[in-house]
Structure formats: structure tokens, C-alpha cells
Nanobody, 122 residues
Framework: VQLQAFGGGLVQAGGFLRLSCTAS????????IGWFRQAPGKEREFVAA???????RFADFAKGRFTISRDNAKNTEYLQMNNLKPEDTATYYC?????????????????WGQGTQVTVSS
């Protein structure tokens, strides 16, 4: 299985981006998908996750601004990010877990995508 995250880019503060995560090799219908990010000089941190039952959870900084959704027909998970802030600048990664849960723990994820860069200018 190969995950690929894309949709990043340069956006002004207050703007929005939609990140996509696709999986090749098999559908991830029964898998949990998580989004994490890592800024230069900082540790990777949890952003949002979606269980196979579409139970979503978000980091505090993402609540009210980010949403997560899945299109099983397209085998794609989306992270909609609104009202972006300069502190959201980071490389964003998607990951999947065979447990099917939407975990905040990066250690519970089995496969990771290569990351997509998000840069928010002030």
C-alpha cells in the first residue's frame, strides 16, 4: 500500500486549503486515517483523524477550523483547512491504521504518505 498526500501550497492567512490522501493497492474503507504535521525544528503533532466509522477527532488548534471526510468511492480522505494561520505552516502527512480507529497516537499508524507542504503567509 502506498499513501500519497497532496493539495498543499502557499496561501495567505485566513485562506483555505483542502488536502487529499489517496491509497493505492487496496481500499482503506475499514482503516483509520490520520493527519499529522511537522514544522521545521518542531516535533510531529497530531492534527485530525477519522475512524472507519467516520468518527472524527481533532487537535485543539484544529477544532472549528478543520474538517475531515472520506470518499470511499474515490479511496480518498480529505482534510479541509479553513481560516489558516501562519502557525499552521508545516509539512502535512496522512497515515493509515489497520486498527480502524482514529487515533491521536502516531505510533498506532502502519503506513505513511510522503507529506505535502503547507505554507501560510501573514
Amino acid at each position: 500500500v502506498q499513501l500519497q498526500a497532496f493539495g498543499g501550497g502557499l496561501v495567505q492567512a485566513g485562506g483555505f486549503l483542502r488536502l487529499s490522501c489517496t491509497a493505492s493497492g487496496r481500499p482503506f474503507t475499514n482503516y483509520g486515517i490520520g493527519w499529522f504535521r511537522q514544522a521545521p525544528g518542531k516535533e510531529r503533532e497530531f492534527v485530525a483523524a477519522d475512524s472507519w466509522m467516520h468518527e472524527a477527532r481533532f487537535a485543539d488548534f484544529a477544532k472549528g477550523r478543520f474538517t475531515i471526510s472520506r470518499d470511499n468511492a474515490k479511496n480518498t480522505e480529505y482534510l479541509q483547512m479553513n481560516n489558516l494561520k501562519p502557525e499552521d505552516t508545516a509539512t502535512y502527512y496522512c497515515a493509515e491504521t489497520r486498527r480502524g480507529t482514529g487515533s491521536e497516537n502516531a505510533g498506532e499508524y502502519d503506513d505513511w504518505g510522503q507529506g505535502t507542504q503547507v505554507t501560510v503567509s501573514s
